[in-house]
Every structure is written in C-alpha cells, then in structure tokens.
C-alpha cells in the first residue's frame, strides 16, 4: 500500500471546512459504540496529516489544519467500523501483516509528535491500517474471482465502492457521536458533508471556507497555525 494512499487520501479527501469559533464540548470529539476518541487523540491525527502534508513528495495538496482535522475524524470513525466488521468476519489482521505500511509511515509519525504521544499516534494508525487491511479482505473475499478479471484500475474501483459500502452498512449498526463541529456525515465516515459553522457564510472569504475545493488565496491568508503546509 502507497504511503500517499494511507495517507489518507488526504488528497482526494480534502474538503476546506469553515474555521468558525465552534468548539467541541468535554473531551470526546467522537464516541462509536463503547469507544471514544479524545480531542487530543484527534490533534495527534491532524498531526501526523499535516507532517504527510509538508512532504513535497507525497503528493498531498497544500490544506488547512481544519481539513486535516476533519478528515482524520472520520478515519477514527473508521477504525471502529473496520474493528467491528472484521470482529464479525474474523479477519484479524496482526501488527506482522501492517509492518511494511508502518515502516513506510514511521518517519511521518516521528516528525509529528514523540514520547508517549508518539506511541499513541502510532497506536492510532496501526489500528487503522489494520482495519483498512481487514475490511479489504472481507470484500476482495465477497467478490471472489470477479477482481481478476478487471484491469487494476477497475479493479481498485471496485474494491474501494465495496469497502465503502460495507462501512456504510456497519455503520448503521453503531451508535456512533461525532462532535458537530467537526462537520462530518451522519455516520461519520465522511467529511465536508456539513457545514460546522454557527452562522452563514456571507463574505467571499466566508465562502471559500465550505467550499469543496478552495481557492489557493484562501489558504494563503490562512494563519500560519491554521495551515498543514
């Protein structure tokens, strides 16, 4: 698996969120089922987003830290679903079978943070990869011989609808709590889908904020402590 992909298609996934004065309250940002993920759990994500982000050869577009921060929330989300998806297929991944992923991420995780908020980081992300890893062998299993037969990039298409598809459907499940200002989908999974503003936007400025893909201006008047790169 590419770095650039786990990376969390950060790319591909990133939609500019409105830095409004919002904030979550206690701290859970995200609860799914019986487990929660703190605000602070979700800064170590962003993070690790943002060291992916500064990397010139990664491939990841320039992105605010609310981008990062949003995106990476529904990959929390995501780790709980895979978890209890491969729970219930019993496809149970070990730390050996996200080694070499890990070892392509390391060097991303040790810019981001050290000491016991390392170990929590890559804690974070090995769970993810071994969901990843999890839920894409339960649907490769359910398509059978069919993936064979497409060129690889139907293939990984498919696969990537089917993964979506099965979390979706898990997901209706879990109860699952996502802090409203994070702005993501009902279930969690996706982010961009709302607006986490507390008033409309009005001003141009104001706009490019929920805009699906902002202007490059409007990163640039970004704080520097707003921006991933």
Known sequence: MKVNRLALLAGAAATALVLS???????????VGKTSYTDHDL??????????????????????RATARAFMA????????????????????TSSDAASTMTQLDPYIDKAETGKNRARLRSLIESSVLGQLAV??????????????????????VLSDGVKTIRANEAKSLKIKVEP?????A?????????????????????SSVASQPEQAWL???PANQKCS
């Open 136 to 157: 894409s062998a339960v649907v490769q299993q359910a398509l059978g011989s069919s993936l064979s037969q497409m060129d690889q990039t139907q293939a990984q298409q």
């Open 220 to 222: 640039d008047a970004l």
């Open 181 to 185: 200002s994070l702005g993501l989908s």
């Open 43 to 64: 800064d170590l994500l962003t993070s690790f987003e943002c060291s992916i982000a500064q990397d010139p050869n990664a491939g990841v577009p320039p992105l605010s």
């Open 74 to 93: 529904t990959v929390l989300v995501a780790i709980s679903v895979d978890h209890s998806i491969s729970v219930k297929a019993k496809a149970l991944p």
């Open 187 to 207: 279930n969690g999974l996706e982010s961009g889908t709302n607006d986490p503003s507390l008033s409309t936007a009005i001003s141009s400025f104001a706009k």
């Open 21 to 31: 004065g919002c904030t979550p309250t206690g701290d859970v940002a995200i609860k």
